[in-house]
């Protein structure tokens, strides 16, 4: 005997159809459609980037390094050292 022969499954969708009517069903569906069509979406959208290289403009190019200034009481400390000596 099968778990899920046509007559229990029959049973089980005229129960879920009594617990939660049509029109909460149809809204179930609607939404759990719509769900699917956006991951659907999403993962195709990703394999075309994944193809794709990114725009010369998006690509992030690491920061110059500026050359540090010295703190003045450095530059200070500096001369005074080349006066004395």
């Not at 540090?68 to 500096?78: F, H, L, R, V, W």
């Amino acid at each position: 005997m099968d778990i899920f022969s046509p007559k229990h499954l029959l049973i089980i969708l005229l129960v879920v159809l009594i617990v939660f009517g049509t029109k909460k069903l149809r809204t179930i569906g609607s939404d759990l459609g719509q769900a699917v069509r956006g991951f659907k979406d999403s993962m195709k959208e990703g394999e075309r980037e994944a193809e794709q290289p990114p725009p010369v403009e998006a690509r992030q190019l690491p920061p110059q390094e500026k050359p540090q200034d010295k703190p003045a009481s450095a530059e200070k400390a500096n001369t005074t050292e080349k006066t004395s000596v």
